[in-house]
Structure formats: C-alpha cells, structure tokens
C-alpha cells in the first residue's frame, strides 16, 4: 500500500490549496480515506473523511465550511481543497485509510505526509 500526498507549500492567510494523494496497492473504491493533520508540538488531528462512493464527507469543526474533500475513483486520487487558511491550519497534512469508516483515531496506513504553511 502507498499512499503519496502533493500540493502542500507556502499560502498567505485567507488563501486556497489543493492537496492532493495518490493510492495504490489496494482496491481505492472499497474504502473510505481521511485527511489528518499534525501541527508543530501537537498530537495528530483528524480533518474529514469521506466515504468510499465519495457520497458523504465529514468535517471537524475547525474546518467546516473551509475545506472540501472529494476523490476520483478512476485515478485513485483523494483530494482536500483548503480555502480561507488561517495561521492555526499550519501543519502535516495526511492522507490515511482509516481502519473502519468511522474510526478518527485510527488508521491502517497514513502517507508520509506534505507540509502546509500559512504565513504572511
């Protein structure tokens, strides 16, 4: 199993991204898939998640309204659109499968993980 997230870098507050993570060495479409996220000095803290047919998503408060998550089977892509960053966004972000669909707390694999940072 791989798990390879992209789009991380540097954004101003109030700025957008996209990350973006590509699954491989498992059947994508027969499971759900999160994003969690590890700020500096802190434990790791569930984002979203969404289910496998891409039918529902799920936020945390903290992000909810801000950041979107969607997939596309047929590339075996999950995606997390980030808008209206603020400074406390900072962190790691991972891509993870979680080890049932409603598990935030655990995971059977979580990728090596891309950094955002929201500076000015």
């Known amino acids: 199993v791989q798990l390879v997230e992209s789009g991380g870098g540097l954004v101003q507050p109030g700025g957008s991204l996209r990350l973006s993570c590509k699954a491989s060495?498992?059947?994508?479409?027969?499971?759900?898939m999160s994003w969690v996220r590890q700020a500096p000095g802190k434990g790791l803290e569930w984002v979203s998640t969404?289910?496998?047919?891409?039918?529902?998503?799920y936020y945390a408060e903290s992000v909810k309204g801000r950041f979107t998550t969607s997939r596309d089977n047929a590339k075996n892509t999950l995606y997390l659109q980030m808008d209206s960053l603020k400074s406390g966004d900072t962190a790691v972000y991972y891509c993870?499968?979680?080890?049932?669909?409603?598990?935030?707390?655990?995971?059977?694999?979580r990728g090596q993980g891309t950094q955002v940072t929201v500076a000015s």
């Open positions: 993870a499968r979680p080890s049932k669909p409603w598990s935030r707390d655990e995971y059977d694999y």
């Open positions: 060495g498992f059947t994508f479409d027969l499971y759900a």
């Open positions: 969404i289910t496998r047919n891409g039918d529902y998503t």
